[in-house]
């Protein structure tokens, strides 16, 4: 994160300001977070404070680049700033649509509160993706050519995220958590992972921030050119051309709603396609299927158990195991470049919001 140092004072409490302070500034050397101030706070740092050799050459580091990062920090969703005048302090506040974190001096005293802010993900394979995905964002915007990220991860494994959110949150600790909305449909209920947030967890509370896709899966977020490299050079039947033909035609022609809300690993039978919640969005898609014209279900909507349901076939369970493969592989510059609308805003939200809680100087950790 990029934390600015502010109100700096050290005419009382001078030991845990110090302890404090030191934390602090290694972050930076450590390439944990970005930490920056005013240049009259670094040169009261520099006369005032006695600091341990790391910190005094991160001092030295912070005062040459600080106006370069402060220049970039209207780009970040959020941003720190650490009150050296106050105690016990833990505010949230929105100033021009950026969210500030205003913490006091004494949240870290403890060397753990600066190591790097932890990635929230619903498993491993999940948290891969979103690397990707932030990989790409830097690559693909200049302007945010110096920077780096760094995240601690964690893993709620389907319906434990919330409880690990839940603790970082009430630890106030550094977290940032992506969730599926496992949402079937556009009116229907969030999936029971994701139902477990409260609406105010979507948001910066304290020291974590939850957000949701707005699409079923991240699967849905994969680049169609991607999945089209994977079943051609991959492991794959040779069917699957003709099932992601169908995927593509059924997407566009739908304005990119298809993919929003299609089960890219399973697909998608005609029974579930009916039930009353959800056909009048699923129907459709099912009108040119071979042989629908005699299924009587399609005109009542009730289904028969005919055991010879007509399904939109999916990809497979590994579908995004694979594609991540692949777009660690790939050139992360033109990725963004190729991306439809729909998919393109949840990448440049994911983008924003992960290097915003996770960006660091770019580059090794500075040795001492």
């Given at each position: 994160?990029?934390?600015?140092?502010?109100?700096?004072?050290?005419?009382?409490?001078?030991?845990?300001?110090?302890?404090?302070l030191d934390n602090i500034l290694r972050s930076h050397r450590e390439r944990c977070h970005i930490v920056v101030s005013?240049?009259?706070?670094?040169?009261?740092?520099?006369?005032?404070?006695?600091?341990?050799?790391?910190?005094?050459?991160?001092?030295?580091?912070?005062?040459?680049?600080?106006?370069?990062?402060?220049?970039?920090?209207?780009?970040?969703?959020?941003?720190?700033?650490?009150?050296?005048?106050?105690e016990e302090l833990i505010s949230n506040n929105e100033i021009n649509k950026q969210s500030v974190i205003y913490i006091?001096?004494?949240?870290?005293?403890?060397?753990?509160?600066?190591?790097?802010?932890?990635?929230?993900?619903?498993?491993?394979?999940?948290?891969?993706?979103?690397?990707?995905?932030?990989?790409?964002?830097?690559?693909?915007?200049?302007?945010?050519?110096?920077?780096?990220?760094?995240?601690?991860?964690?893993?709620?494994?389907?319906?434990?995220?919330?409880?690990?959110?839940?603790?970082?949150?009430?630890?106030?600790?550094?977290?940032?958590?992506?969730?599926?909305?496992?949402?079937k449909h556009p009116n229907a209920a969030l999936g029971s992972t994701a139902g477990q947030f409260k609406k105010d967890?979507?948001?910066?509370?304290?020291?974590?921030?939850?957000?949701?896709?707005?699409?079923?899966?991240?699967?849905?977020?994969?680049?169609?050119?991607?999945?089209?490299?994977?079943?051609?050079?991959?492991?794959?039947?040779?069917?699957?051309?003709?099932?992601?033909?169908?995927?593509?035609?059924?997407?566009?022609?739908?304005?990119?709603?298809?993919?929003?809300?299609?089960?890219?690993?399973?697909?998608?039978?005609?029974?579930?396609?009916?039930?009353?919640?959800?056909?009048?969005?699923?129907?459709?898609?099912?009108?040119?299927?071979?042989?629908?014209?005699?299924?009587?279900?399609?005109?009542?909507?009730?289904?028969?158990?005919?055991?010879?349901?007509?399904?939109?076939?999916?990809?497979?369970?590994?579908?995004?195991?694979?594609?991540?493969?692949?777009?660690?592989?790939?050139?992360?510059?033109?990725?963004?470049?190729?991306?439809?609308?729909?998919?393109?805003?949840?990448?440049?939200?994911?983008?924003?919001?992960?290097?915003?809680?996770?960006?660091?100087?770019?580059?090794?950790?500075?040795?001492?």
């Amino acid at each position: 994160m990029l934390i600015e140092i502010v109100n700096f004072d050290i005419s009382s409490n001078i030991e845990n300001k110090t302890i404090a302070l030191d934390n602090i500034l290694r972050s930076h050397r450590e390439r944990c977070h970005i930490v920056v101030s005013s240049r009259k706070n670094l040169k009261n740092i520099n006369g005032m404070v006695q600091l341990s050799l790391e910190a005094a050459n991160a001092l030295e580091e912070i005062h040459d680049s600080s106006r370069e990062y402060k220049t970039l920090s209207s780009k970040f969703s959020v941003i720190v700033k650490v009150d050296f005048s106050k105690e016990e302090l833990i505010s949230n506040n929105e100033i021009n649509k950026q969210s500030v974190i205003y913490i006091s001096y004494d949240y870290f005293i403890k060397s753990i509160r600066v190591q790097p802010t932890t990635l929230i993900t619903e498993n491993d394979i999940d948290h891969q993706m979103y690397e990707q995905i932030i990989q790409c964002y830097l690559k693909s915007n200049t302007s945010l050519s110096g920077l780096g990220y760094s995240f601690q991860k964690n893993c709620g494994y389907g319906s434990h995220i919330y409880k690990v959110f839940s603790d970082y949150r009430d630890d106030c600790k550094f977290a940032f958590c992506m969730v599926d909305s496992d949402k079937k449909h556009p009116n229907a209920a969030l999936g029971s992972t994701a139902g477990q947030f409260k609406k105010d967890d979507f948001g910066v509370i304290g020291t974590t921030e939850a957000r949701m896709l707005s699409v079923r899966e991240l699967e849905s977020l994969i680049p169609i050119g991607v999945l089209e490299k994977l079943i051609t050079d991959g492991d794959y039947p040779d069917t699957s051309i003709d099932i992601l033909d169908k995927i593509k035609f059924l997407d566009s022609s739908s304005n990119e709603e298809f993919r929003t809300y299609f089960d890219h690993k399973e697909g998608m039978y005609l029974k579930e396609a009916i039930k009353p919640q959800g056909k009048f969005f699923w129907k459709k898609f099912f009108r040119n299927e071979r042989g629908i014209n005699i299924k009587s279900c399609f005109k009542t909507d009730i289904c028969s158990e005919c055991d010879s349901c007509i399904k939109i076939k999916g990809l497979g369970e590994k579908t995004l195991e694979n594609s991540i493969i692949l777009l660690q592989k790939s050139n992360k510059r033109n990725i963004l470049k190729s991306l439809p609308p729909t998919i393109r805003n949840e990448w440049d939200m994911i983008g924003t919001k992960a290097i915003s809680w996770g960006c660091t100087p770019l580059g090794r950790r500075a040795r001492a």
